[in-house]
């Protein structure tokens, strides 16, 4: 018997400016605190690729089994693009998000989130927060 999986999902992308080159231009560190967002939020990590490009910026993508977690990085612009996207109900995407602005510490930042999978695309501006660090 087959399982009727829902097909809602969330879909949250933020602009980041004025953040650290050194944490922008690191894509070890940058690997390390991706997968650390996944967990945060909920998600189950499949796989991760990372680049690091010459002379500067990265590249991650963390492959979820309900999607992904991604950020590309400008470090001479002290800008980061990075997204989330989750299936489900169970995993929540801005939890991650709010995970990685707590580290990346931008001066500034903008995001939109997407609710998927529910007929017509529904556009929504989230409440980011800072993530409360636990170490």
């Known amino acids: 018997m087959e399982t009727e999986y829902s097909t809602f999902g969330r879909h ?6 004025g953040v650290d080159f050194e944490l922008l231009n690191n894509a070890e560190w940058l690997q ?3 997968v650390e967002a996944a967990e ?6 499949l796989s991760v690729q990372s680049k690091q490009f010459e002379p500067q910026g990265a590249t991650v993508l963390v492959l979820l ?3 992904h977690l991604s950020i590309h990085t400008y ?3 002290g800008f980061a693009a ?3 996207y989750t299936c489900g109900e169970t995993v929540d995407p ?16 903008y995001a ?5 999978g529910l007929g017509e695309l529904q556009v929504e501006t989230p409440e980011v927060k800072q993530a409360e660090l636990v170490k």
């Open 12 to 17: 949250v992308a933020i602009d980041t400016w």
């Open 65 to 67: 089994s309900e999607s």
């Open 75 to 77: 470090p001479e612009r």
């Open 40 to 45: 945060v939020c909920g998600a189950t990590v």
């Open 82 to 84: 990075l997204d989330c």
């Open 94 to 109: 801005q939890l991650a998000i709010d995970f990685m602005v707590s580290v990346l510490k931008p001066e500034t930042f």
């Open 32 to 34: 390390a605190q991706m």
């Open 112 to 116: 939109k989130k997407l609710v998927r």
